[in-house]
C-alpha cells in the first residue's frame, strides 16, 4: 500500500528555516505530481505547493512564494520542501501527499494519498 513518512519539522524562531522530507513507497512515485499540504489550528487545509512528476512545473501559494520551494528525487523516491523566512503564520502540520496526476494540482481534491503529518511552529 502507499506509504508517505514525513519528516524535518520542528519549532524554528521567525526568520529560520526547516526542510521538509517525505520519504514515498508503495507507488509509482516518478509517475505522479506531489504536494504538501498544511493544517493550522482551527483552521482549514490548504494546498502549499505542488510539483510536477519530472519536477516541473511547480505550484505555490501566494502566501509562501518566493519563500518556499519544493523539489523531489525520482531516484529516492522522496519529494521536499524548503521553507525559509519563516513567519508565526507558516506555524501547522505539514502533509505529503499524492497527486492522482503527473501535472503539479492545484487543489486539493486532486490529491488522494496522505501522511501523517508533521508539526511545524514558527515562534515570534
Known amino acids: 500500500q502507499v506509504q508517505l513518512v514525513e519528516s524535518g519539522g520542528g519549532l524554528v524562531q521567525a526568520g529560520g528555516s526547516l526542510r521538509l522530507s517525505c520519504a514515498a513507497s508503495?507507488?509509482?512515485?516518478?509517475?505522479?505530481?506531489m504536494g504538501w499540504i498544511r493544517q493550522a489550528p482551527g483552521k482549514e487545509r490548504e494546498l502549499v505547493a505542488g510539483?510536477?512528476?519530472?519536477?516541473?512545473?511547480?505550484y505555490y501559494i501566494d502566501s509562501v512564494k518566493g519563500r518556499f520551494t519544493i523539489s523531489r528525487d525520482n531516484a529516492k523516491n522522496t519529494v521536499y520542501l524548503q521553507m525559509d523566512s519563516l513567519e508565526p503564520e507558516d506555524t501547522a502540520i505539514y502533509y505529503c501527499?499524492?497527486?492522482?496526476?503527473?501535472?503539479?494540482?492545484?487543489?486539493?481534491?486532486?490529491?488522494?494519498?496522505w501522511g501523517q503529518g508533521t508539526q511545524v511552529t514558527v515562534s515570534s
Open positions: 508503495g507507488l509509482a512515485f516518478s509517475n505522479k505530481a
Open positions: 501527499a499524492v497527486s492522482k496526476g503527473i501535472i503539479a494540482a492545484v487543489n486539493l481534491r486532486s490529491y488522494d494519498y
Open positions: 510539483i510536477s512528476w519530472s519536477g516541473g512545473p511547480t
